[in-house]
């Protein structure tokens, strides 16, 4: 299951970033605004950060689908800076449901719909619970 130490959205890990994101049946859902503890160059948020929360998402997306998984690759297209205080919506979903592999996309956008950064990720399934 999800640790709840986990660094993405473990309520437990003090340095964590306590993700809650939300199943709507189909799509992945959650919101984030980074604070000074999430910047590489001065103002702006490191990009690793924001590929955590982007693999996070993806995670959730196969853990709702019944799928457990492990990321074996990723591509992410970062499109426009994103700033300290800057509030985000993420949101992800399976695009493909192979018998060793799936394949997964999401997205963080600004509240108005500008998109901060977009991500592909094919995992490997350990196990199928559905």
Avoid at 21 to 26: H, N, R, S, T
Avoid at 104 to 115: F, S, V
Wanted: net charge positive.
């Amino acid at each position: 299951g999800i640790s709840d130490l986990c660094f993405g959205c473990g309520k437990d890990n003090p340095c964590g970033l306590k993700l809650k994101l939300k199943w709507d049946g189909k799509t992945i859902r959650g919101e984030f605004t980074p604070n000074k503890f999430h910047q590489g160059w001065e103002g702006i948020i490191h990009g690793g950060i924001i590929t955590t929360i982007l693999d996070e998402a993806m995670g959730y997306a196969t853990f709702y689908e019944g799928i457990r998984c492990v990321t074996a690759t990723m591509q992410t297209r970062f499109k426009r800076p994103l700033l300290i205080g800057e509030p985000t919506i993420i949101t992800a979903s399976l695009t493909k449901n192979a018998r060793r592999f799936v394949e997964t996309e999401a997205k963080m956008t600004l509240t108005d719909g500008t998109i901060i950064a977009e991500c592909t990720a094919t995992q490997y399934v350990s196990s199928k619970v559905k």
